[in-house]
């Protein structure tokens, strides 16, 4: 199917393309970029199904340049990066399933009195954030908490959605003790394969307006760029604060959902 989309105003499409290098800021850093480019397209006047095909062909291009840089810079276990990729693609898909069967408000309501504490366990353990830890763990319990992150994530990812590079990293801090740029960088690379796997399918189905998507897929990719040097130049004194703003935007985002 074709769908027809007329430019808006060069005052609306640059405002676009700064909240897509926004997104691609705070998602290479922290995850959640989603909260912003997917209203951004929204707002230009896209219909939801092409908003949402543009959105994941611009995430997956700020995505992969991120990943990238966590790659390059030594900052991102790959190994275990990959298996939770992996797994994340089942647990999406049980995720999805999931979705059609049940009322998803409720799990909504548990996160918005979650994300409070989270919150504060991450403000609360620093060290938690600062130093990569991982190596204390030994090599299986290392693939299962990464098999498992992957497959819990996915499965969020299908049933629920926002914030889900956000939540990985939490996963990987807590229960693989990786430092906040490892954790960012191992997000990077789950995010990329759930982006990429959904760029794909919407690409597919012919509900990607290339004119507005690739134009916006530059500044994702100059955003992700900047975030992720950024962010492992810093390291946690700079990811911990953009986190608590992420967590933050995905709660009022889940409240309205749930009870508007």
């Excluded at 949402?52 to 291009?61: D, I, Q």
């Excluded at 990066?81 to 049980?94: R, W, Y």
């Excluded at 998507?213 to 911990?240: D, N």
Aim: aromatic share 10%.
């Amino acid at each position: 199917m074709e769908y027809i989309y007329e430019f808006p105003p060069t005052g609306s499409i640059l405002l676009l393309f700064g909240m897509i290098f926004l997104a691609g800021f705070v998602d290479s850093v922290a995850g959640g970029g989603g909260l912003i480019s997917q209203p951004a397209y929204l707002l230009s006047g896209l219909p939801i199904h092409c908003a949402l095909g543009c959105n994941k062909v611009s995430s997956a291009c700020g995505t992969l340049v991120a990943t990238v840089q966590y790659f390059r810079s030594g900052v991102l276990d790959w190994r275990v990066a990959g298996l939770s990729a992996v797994c994340s693609f089942i647990g999406s898909a049980g995720g999805a399933r999931v979705a059609l069967l049940i009322d998803d408000d409720t799990l909504k309501m548990a996160l918005i009195i979650l994300l409070p504490i989270v919150s504060i366990i991450i403000l609360a353990k620093r060290n938690l954030a600062d130093e990569n830890l991982s190596e204390q763990l030994t090599r299986k319990q290392r693939w299962f908490f990464g098999a498992f992150i992957g497959l819990f994530i996915g499965f969020y990812d299908g049933l629920i959605g926002p914030g889900t590079g956000a939540f990985a990293m939490m996963a990987y801090c807590i229960l693989m003790k990786y430092d906040m740029r490892t954790a960012s960088g191992n997000a990077r690379m789950l995010n990329l394969a759930s982006n990429v796997a959904a760029a794909v399918t919407f690409a597919s189905a012919g509900t990607v307006v290339y004119k507005v998507a690739l134009p916006a897929a530059v500044f994702g990719i100059l955003g992700g760029y900047l975030g992720s040097k950024v962010a492992i130049r810093r390291g946690a004194k700079f990811i911990r604060p953009v986190m608590i703003v992420v967590l933050i935007m995905i709660m009022v985002n889940l409240v309205v959902d749930v009870f508007f």
